[in-house]
């Protein structure tokens, strides 16, 4: 634990009279309100778009990175344009294809003090800064046709989780799921059929079919293009 942190320890234990509280959370509400209002106004007018979630650390000559590359540029030829958190590893990657193929490319940039700026290939109009994950994620999942989630760590897990539990609880629409890479993948899904679904009976089978798993670029479109397919719908650019 850094003196940062502890720092921080002792300002949430601090004693705070009414007016100490009152003004720093009403500031804080219309900064929350802020992020909001831009993300809103920005994207209400993106199109039909694919989310891609993955690590900040994988880098260009890993395979991931590139499938993920190929991934976004095949959907820009299916009309589709590509929301990505706008920074380096495979947001870089996803952001690359989008711009490759002509399509529209987006960076839902989070501010941290490590890991995160915002990568060369998203278009300057649809870069968007965010200081609260919780309002990036609300834009990710509001304006998302699909979700690709490519490896990544403990931020990939937290995007595909809340994206499953929105479609599972029915506030966003059924939305395809897509995970890439049945070598990282498959432990914990094992775990999650085992221990979640047989064992402790957290979960309904049907649950299940929320999401598919694939290797390749191409199985990864062909979902996304398949289920709206059904619906007669195709992206407007």
């Known amino acids: ?112 003090p490590f890991e995160q700026s915002s990568n060369p290939f998203v278009d300057n109009d649809k870069n968007i800064n965010f200081d609260y994950f919780f309002v990036r994620k609300t834009i990710f999942l509001k304006y998302s046709q699909g979700f690709i989630a490519m490896p990544g760590g403990f931020g990939t897990l937290d995007e595909l989780f809340e994206s499953i539990t929105l479609i599972q609880t029915n506030k966003v629409a059924h939305f395809p799921i897509v995970l890439v890479g049945k070598k990282y993948w498959e432990g914990l899904l094992d775990w999650v059929k085992q221990t979640m679904l047989l064992e402790e009976h957290n979960i309904s089978e049907k649950d299940l079919e929320l999401f598919h798993i694939v290797d390749e670029a191409d199985e990864a479109v062909a979902i996304i293009t398949e289920f709206y397919s059904k619906y007669l719908l195709k992206p407007n650019f």
């Not at 706008?86 to 839902?108: D, F, H, Q, R, T």
């Open 1 to 112: 634990m850094t003196n940062n942190d502890e720092d921080k320890i002792r300002k949430a234990f601090a004693s705070k009279d009414w007016n100490d509280i009152k003004a720093s959370d009403s500031w804080q509400i219309f900064k929350i309100m802020s992020e909001f209002v831009e993300g809103f106004e920005k994207m209400s007018r993106i199109g039909p778009c694919v989310s891609i979630f993955g690590s900040a650390r994988t880098k260009p000559e890993n395979p991931y990175y590139q499938l993920a590359e190929d991934i976004a540029f095949k959907l820009t030829k299916e009309g589709y344009g590509v929301i990505t958190g706008g920074g380096p590893g495979i947001m870089e990657a996803a952001n690359k294809g989008a711009k490759a193929g002509g399509g529209k490319s987006v960076g839902l940039n989070i501010v941290l």
